[in-house]
């Protein structure tokens, strides 16, 4: 059996050092519900954390300073108008630490860092433990998918100040799963996430670098709705969309939140070895929690959840397709995780 290692990769928002705790912990929880699954996940993969967050803690203090330069370095004309809309909040309020690093990946010069601080981490794990007895995957959340894009298609290349030397001869990632994917959203114009990145399955891409990409999102989670993320024409044995409409926290965007749905934690809880969750019972688990248990925990009755889902419908949407709406598209996402929290 080989050996597993997960990548995990933090979305928006304020994350602590062993933020990826949570996550584990959950994921253990999940597999208890399992009679297969014979010891927590947790011994069975080793899950690395993967963390950016100072980068945006260090721009954040330099806003003041830095506001110019970034309303000419963004990476696509609209950054300027986002600046305009974020000037003079007040910093560590509800739209900074809930949208406000998304606005600062639209600089270069931001991206370049937070970029480079998840391509240090996963270059020095690849290089230690790379063998041909283990296997390893990513599990990246919300900005997190575009973050891990960038980094990925950097991998590829050569860094002789880091001492890297590039991906290993054959080297690929066994499956990326992307949780509320952004990365289409926030791709630079010389790097497209759905035919330029190299972190496209290799069925799809013969360079890509993954056996098995899974696009999860949320049918009501604002942050993966604007220009949603999708492979046209994708095998499905190697590139799959995973709709989810549970309700199980009001934060429809929370990782544990994805984590919860057996389409989601199934997957990982596969990676050691398909009798972990045999395939039936896999299905038989999603066919279950579809049919009976979509709801639960913050929410008591199926009214409840109606009535949630009709308030976050009510807020109105700009042209999800519109790249000359992001300002349009990031009040939206704040305006229906406001609704959430």
């Not at 999102?217 to 604007?226: E, G, I, K, L």
């Amino acid at each position: 059996m080989a050996r597993q290692i997960v990548f995990l990769v933090h979305g928006i928002g304020e994350q602590k050092p062993k933020w990826s705790t949570e996550a584990v912990e959950y994921l253990d929880k999940l597999g208890a519900r399992y009679p297969s699954v014979k010891e927590p996940i947790s011994k069975q993969i080793e899950f690395v954390e993967v963390g950016y967050g100072d980068v945006f803690d260090k721009q954040l203090a330099r806003w003041d300073e830095d506001v110019d330069s970034f309303k000419e370095n963004g990476v696509v004309p609209q950054a300027k108008d986002a600046v305009a809309w974020l000037d003079g909040v007040t910093e560590g309020g509800f739209v900074w630490t809930h949208i406000g690093d998304v606005v600062l990946f639209l600089s270069r010069v931001t991206r370049a860092a937070a970029v480079s601080e998840v391509v240090a981490q996963m270059a020095a794990t690849i290089s230690a433990e790379n063998d041909a007895q283990t296997q390893f995957s990513i599990v990246a959340h919300s900005m997190g998918t575009a973050v891990t894009m960038e980094a990925v298609n950097a991998l590829c290349t050569a860094i002789p100040d880091v001492g890297w030397p590039g991906m290993p001869d054959g080297f690929m990632f066994r499956e990326i799963i992307m949780l509320s994917n952004t990365s289409r959203l926030l791709q630079r114009p010389e790097l497209t996430a759905d035919g330029g990145s190299r972190m496209l399955p290799v069925g799809f891409r013969p360079d890509g670098l993954c056996g098995v990409y899974r696009n999860v999102f949320h049918q009501r989670d604002p942050v993966s709705w604007a220009r949603r993320f999708k492979l046209a024409g994708a095998s499905e044995d190697d590139y799959v969309d995973v709709p989810l409409d549970h309700y199980y926290a009001r934060n429809l965007h929370d990782m544990t939140h994805y984590l919860e749905h057996p389409a989601v934690h199934g997957a990982l809880l596969r990676l050691p070895g398909a009798s972990n969750l045999p395939l039936a019972a896999w299905r038989k688990a999603r066919d279950e929690y579809e049919a009976d248990k979509r709801f639960g925990g913050a929410f008591s009755s199926l009214l409840e959840v109606k009535t949630f889902a009709n308030d976050l419908a009510a807020t109105a949407k700009p042209n999800p397709e519109s790249p000359t709406q992001l300002v349009n598209h990031l009040k939206y996402m704040v305006d229906v995780l406001r609704k959430m929290v």
